[in-house]
């Protein structure tokens, strides 16, 4: 056979992959996606990562999926963190920049138990450091407030 006669491999067709978009005419949970399609969940995530790497859609939350162009703006960080209780509780605790004792005084954890929770939130875009052990919400709080005042626990 020569090259000329060859022709390239076609592409395998995944029909799934238009059910989901023709269903996406509004945000739905990667489970709702599956109970309409038919198939597990997993199989729909690993759909939905493919189509996200080509961006037809987009996350709108935690297994929450939109079509491409159909959000206004980006999706915040803490919709698209996984669901955790222990980093929930801390972001709602860092109403105000706080000390690492402080914040694991707040949680009965020992300050070993809460850093790495704190690595976590920083490395996912939820919060960040902005003193030695001082932790905010990211968009909150720069260390550089006139009264530098950091609200302790219980107070």
Not at 29 to 55: F, K, P, V
Not at 103 to 132: F, Q, S, W
């Amino acid at each position: 056979m020569d090259s000329t006669t060859r022709t390239a491999p076609r592409r395998r067709a995944q029909p799934v992959r238009d059910q989901i978009l023709a269903y996406l005419t509004e945000p739905r949970h990667a489970y709702e996606i599956a109970a309409h399609t038919g198939r597990r969940t997993a199989t729909i995530t690993g759909h939905m990562q493919a189509m996200l790497r080509l961006r037809l859609v987009e996350r709108v939350a935690y297994g929450v999926y939109a079509r491409a162009g159909t959000l206004r703006g980006p999706a915040p960080a803490e919709a698209l963190a996984r669901p955790h209780p222990i980093r929930s509780e801390i972001f709602r605790f860092l109403a105000e920049p706080r000390h690492i004792d402080d914040i694991a005084a707040h949680l009965g954890r020992c300050h070993d138990k809460v850093t790495p929770e704190l690595r976590t939130m920083i490395g996912n875009g939820l919060m960040r450091c902005i003193g030695p052990q001082v932790f905010a919400r990211a968009g909150k709080g720069t260390g550089q407030e006139s009264s530098r005042r950091f609200v302790a626990a219980g107070w």
